[in-house]
Each structure stands twice: as structure tokens, then as C-alpha cells.
């Protein structure tokens, strides 16, 4: 199996950059597809952007242009690199295994 442990977040001023890593053990971590989510105060969890074992990326519509997903799978990792951050990005962020295991968050917040 794959368990993603998150690490990056911080608080950050708007127009602010982040990069939010994911390292991932388990030996199948390069055929498996992985997302980044997001949870923010008082709404539920969304789909950021997901990566798939052969690099396709797909991106919320509130993200595009601003957000970039990456992966090295001879890290067994997975990148979330955020830039022109608004407050309205702020929130738990979650690195997860398309239908397996889930990281216990990281936290960002994007003052105004």
C-alpha cells in the first residue's frame, strides 16, 4: 500500500508562493494516480489536482494557471506548487491515493 504523509504549508501572504510536498512509501507508488485536496473552515473537502502514473494532470477551475502538480517516482513523491495564493486557498490540504490511503494534512493559510 501507499500512505502519503504531507509536509509544506505555512502561512503566507496573498500573491504568495507555497510548495507543498507529499513522499509516499509503498512499492507501487509509480503506477498509482495521486490528488491533492483541500478542506477549508466550514466547507467540505474539494478535488485540487490529480496527477496519474503517466504524468496527466487535471486541475479544479479555481486552481488553473495558478497551481501545478508534479511527481518524482524515484522519490516516491508528489508536488503541489501553488503561486498567486488568495485567501480563499486557505485550508487543510490533503495528499491522497486515487482510492487508497489518505495523509493526515497539512495546513495553509493565505492572509489578506
Known amino acids: 500500500q501507499v500512505q502519503p504523509v504531507e509536509s509544506g504549508g505555512g502561512l503566507v501572504q496573498a500573491g504568495g508562493s507555497l510548495r507543498l510536498s507529499c513522499a509516499a512509501s509503498?512499492?507501487?507508488?509509480?503506477?498509482?494516480?495521486m490528488s491533492w485536496y483541500r478542506q477549508a473552515p466550514g466547507k467540505q473537502r474539494e478535488l485540487v489536482a490529480t496527477i496519474t502514473s503517466s504524468y496527466n494532470t487535471n486541475y479544479a477551475d479555481s486552481v488553473k494557471g495558478r497551481f501545478t502538480i508534479s511527481r518524482d517516482n524515484a522519490k516516491k513523491a508528489v508536488y503541489l506548487l501553488m503561486n498567486s495564493l488568495k485567501p480563499e486557498d486557505t485550508g487543510v490540504y490533503y495528499c491522497?491515493?486515487?482510492?487508497?490511503?489518505w495523509g493526515q494534512g497539512t495546513q495553509v493559510t493565505v492572509s489578506s
Open positions: 491522497a491515493v486515487l482510492g487508497g490511503n
Open positions: 509503498g512499492k507501487i507508488f509509480s503506477i498509482v494516480t
